[in-house]
């Protein structure tokens, strides 16, 4: 398997991960679209992709592969896990879906569901994408958490990639305030990772991504 992932700290993790594993082996990674295209002629299985990659989405990969008969298999993990972008990826070919913000060794695991034909994906992506095929097409979300400006500007900025001490920057407080932020918006979002407070807050309309 293969993974293209332009963050290094999470690239390497991921890597470790599941090269720990006895029965899957990693035999390459990438960071962005072109260098993942020629991962791919080295002949892999299953690759784990994420979206926001610096030459392009993730998706354009997806359509890709999906048109090739090597059966390769894809799971995208990304911080985004609005239902456009879980569709889009779904209809392009991807057999999987996760957050970040998982353990890494989730992803082994998710790695051998499709495998064996199984679609792996992250219980709250799922559980949001179920609640907007039963909720009316014109129903408005209601009673979404209160986020204050700054925490909903600090988690705009961690959904961009950006870690602690650049945020801090970028708002002008401290790596300290950041954390308090984030310990914030993770009670009043329940969640327990960047992902999932991301997850959540788009789809209370509280943060938005251009396409």
Known sequence: MAIIEDDPVLRDELAYAVGQAPDLEVIGVADCLTAGRELLARGVDVLLIDLALPDGNGVELIREI??????????????????????????????????????PAEAAEAIRTVLDGGAPISPSVANH???????PPDAPMTGGPA???REIAVLTDLAKGFRYKEVARLQGISPNTVGDHVKSIYRKLAVNSRGEAVFEAVQAGLIRFKD
Do not use: H
């Not at 090597?70 to 996760?98: H, M, N, P």
């Not at 994408?129 to 909720?135: P, S, V």
């Open 147 to 149: 986020l204050s400006r």
């Open 66 to 103: 999906d048109g090739r008969t090597d059966g390769i298999k894809v799971i995208v993990i990304s911080v985004f896990g609005d239902a456009q972008s879980v569709v889009r990826s779904i209809e392009a070919g991807a057999a999987g879906y996760l957050l970040k913000g998982a353990k």
């Open 129 to 135: 994408i179920l609640a907007r095929m039963r909720r």
